[in-house]
């Protein structure tokens, strides 16, 4: 694979925009119940991921299609926003392979609306990464040569079966199309270690950090199987925003090696959470900036 070196950047490889009108149903709920009001869900518009991306120098954003999650962001949205800012974000489209034109849409995405990969979540959306429909996409998204970001790993919305959402399933992916660029989001949580050793394994899947750092116990032990593996330059940076910012996300990571220290356990090295932070980005999304 070939590695595009660009200059040190913070980029944000992970945040969504929407307005409250596109969340309802399952997932509507499930934020609420998890956060205790819906802030959240109104701090997600255009203009306020704007403003909370202007410590980074660029950022991915995604809309979504998973209507059976109530979670339903127009492609159109995404690329508006991205068209109006084209010199920090860049816009992700989405589509749901359960849909017959799902192939003819995501060509249009990047063909007309000029959205630069494709973002997807099969226990979002109820599917199988291995499924024909899926194999279908997954193919055109090659074709088109954009990365795709993948949602490979559980939620707290009710209605999103779990077994979708293994990362070794995208193992499948991988070989049947060793040049796409794939990232399972969230370090594919709880099932990390599955996706240390993927990643391992296939050299064009990669992994971020986003909304990995409230949980540090689990962060740190996850962190030193990927440093065991030898695959930290496979973990890129992103925040789920609207759900964190990077300041938080940032200075989460960074404590990492205080909570080493606080228990006595080896420290994950300061160089590896730099490259995380500033550099990995790169190997995956180096052509997008």
């Known amino acids: 694979m070939n590695v595009i070196r660009v200059l040190e950047m913070l980029v944000d490889c992970h945040s969504h925009i929407w307005s409250r009108e596109h969340i309802t149903g399952e997932f509507a709920a499930a934020v609420l119940k998890a956060w205790g009001n819906e802030d959240i869900l109104r701090q997600s518009r255009p203009e306020d991921h704007l403003k909370a991306m202007q410590s980074v120098d660029k950022a991915i ?30 816009g992700f489209a989405s589509v749901d392979p359960n849909n ?5 849409e995501l060509r249009k995405c990047v063909k007309t609306l000029g959205l ?6 099969p226990i979002y959306q109820h599917f199988s990464v291995s499924s024909a429909k899926a194999m279908r996409l997954f193919g055109v998204a090659n074709d088109l040569e954009i990365p795709i970001v993948i949602h490979q790993g559980t939620t707290f919305v009710r209605n999103a079966p779990l077994k979708y959402a293994n990362p070794i399933d ?8 060793p040049e796409l660029k794939i990232v399972i989001a969230h370090l594919g949580h709880p099932w990390e270690d599955e996706t240390a ?20 116990f689990r962060m740190y ?7 065991e593996y030898h695959v930290m330059d496979k973990i890129i940076f992103g925040t789920d925003f609207p759900f964190f910012t990077p300041e938080q996300t940032i200075a989460g990571i960074n404590q990492v090696n205080q909570f080493a220290s606080e228990h ?26």
């Open 116 to 121: 630069r990969g494709l973002k997807l979540g």
């Open 197 to 216: 050793v993927l990643v391992r394994k296939q050299p064009n899947v990669f992994t971020d950090i986003s909304a990995v750092h409230p949980r540090p």
């Open 61 to 90: 954003v995604f809309g979504f299609q998973a209507k059976k999650s109530g979670y339903s962001i127009p492609n159109e949205f995404v690329a508006d926003y991205a068209r109006k800012h084209s010199g920090k974000i860049i």
């Open 170 to 177: 995208i193992e499948d992916v991988a070989l049947a199309y």
């Open 100 to 104: 017959l034109n799902a192939s003819k």
């Open 264 to 289: 006595t356990l080896p420290k994950i090295d300061e160089s590896d959470i730099h490259a995380i932070i500033y550099d990995n980005y790169a190997r995956v999304f180096g052509s997008l900036m």
């Open 221 to 227: 032990n996850k962190l030193m199987t990927f440093k």
